[in-house]
């Protein structure tokens, strides 16, 4: 995982389930719309022996979502709501669990030299996100 700290990676294909996994996080048709208008990009780092930062970037907001690599901590995510997380790294892989009373998503972003592919699922709901590397 330490190779792809500090890169940059910019979004550029969401599968045809992209949509159904926004509406099934709580989304609303204008969110929907506002949030597949934006290219973002994102990025890892380490901020210290402990912590890391996942910071993801849309033209109107940046998201940083601090952690520790298996602790569970209380954090808002992008779209506003408020999940408990938990990290871990398996692999060139950063995997991602956001736990509601009402559903849970998991996140899992597989690394590679050029690319970072995100499986994003959310209860039966599975969707994938292709990011390329541009720094």
């Given at each position: ?32 719309k506002l ?16 912590y ?12 940083v979502?601090?952690f ?23 692999g ?9 009373d ?27 996100v ?6």
């Amino acid at each position: 995982m330490e190779r792809y700290l500090n890169k940059l990676y910019r979004i550029e294909t969401t599968d045809e389930y992209f949509d159904e996994y926004l509406k099934g996080i709580g989304l609303n048709f204008f969110s929907r719309k506002l949030a597949k208008s934006f290219v973002s990009t994102s990025s890892i780092s380490k901020l210290n022996d402990d912590y890391y930062a996942f910071t993801t970037t849309i033209p109107i907001k940046t998201h940083v979502q601090k952690f520790k690599i298996n602790e569970e901590i209380e954090q808002d995510t992008m779209d506003g709501r408020r999940v408990k997380n938990l990290f871990r790294i398996e692999g060139e892989c950063l995997i991602e669990k956001q736990i509601e009373d009402i559903r849970k998503v998991t996140i899992i972003r597989e690394f590679r030299d050029t690319e970072m592919i995100a499986i994003i699922k959310v209860n039966d709901i599975c969707t994938i996100v292709k990011s390329v590397l541009i720094e």
